[in-house]
């Protein structure tokens, strides 16, 4: 299987990315090129978006040399929006989603890709009403999955708008952090096993 890089760095022995970004301008300046080498390489890559976003997320594929109809009809590109993967008609439920998860990953090898590479736009989490406890209990949960299968997935969080805990807590969930294109190992991550027994233990996330 090929080695694969995220703004210029192997990803070797960690998998699990939260990206921070100022602007949409510096998200795409980044994960443009990790869409083009995954394709380029036969792998197959699923696009979670804010659906006001879905068709100017395609349009910039397309204006970076990425043919959005041929690799959707080969199925080598999947764009869904939030209300198809993160929420559904009850909203987030963490073990729904870590279930379509492995169900997208397992579906890419059995058509056969050799990798299946997941980028989710993460605003959805700032909407009315969601439990943010159980998202960094998702965030922590689906560690375990990606280590275990290899398989790259990145988190796009905007910076402007994370307290200053919500953004600790995320950065205790991921083993790896991207912050100003720089991809670096994280010293806050926690391991999922405490960090569950810690979020269990705690009150509502205020």
């Known amino acids: ?19 921070f970004f100022n602007s949409k301008a510096d998200e795409y300046d980044v994960l443009l090129p990790f869409y083009a080498e995954a394709h380029g390489q ?27 109809p041929e690799l959707e009809k080969t199925g080598q590109l999947e764009v869904m929006t939030w209300h198809n ?36 736009d993460m605003d ?3 909407l009315e009403e969601m439990d943010f406890r159980g998202i960094l209990s998702y965030e922590a949960e689906v560690n375990e999955f990606l280590i275990v299968n290899k398989q790259p997935a990145v988190c796009v ?7 200053g805990s919500m953004m600790m807590d995320l950065l205790r969930t991921h083993p790896l952090t991207l912050v100003n294109g720089v991809v670096q190992e994280n010293p806050f991550y926690t391991p999922a096993s405490q960090m569950l027994e810690e979020l269990n233990a705690r009150a509502p996330y205020a």
């Open 1 to 19: 299987m090929s080695s694969f890089t995220l703004a210029g760095t192997p990803l070797t022995d960690h998998f699990h990315v939260c990206a």
């Open 85 to 120: 993967s993160y929420l559904d008609g009850n909203g987030f439920e963490r073990t729904n989603m870590l279930t379509r998860l492995i169900e997208a990953r397992n579906a890419a090898i059995d058509a056969g890709f050799p990798r299946l590479r997941v980028v989710g």
């Open 42 to 68: 036969g792998e197959k890559t699923l696009h979670l978006v804010n659906p006001v976003n879905e068709q100017d997320h395609k349009s910039r594929l397309n204006s970076y040399g990425m043919n959005v």
């Open 157 to 163: 969080y905007d910076i402007a708008k994370l307290s």
């Open 124 to 126: 959805w989490v700032f």
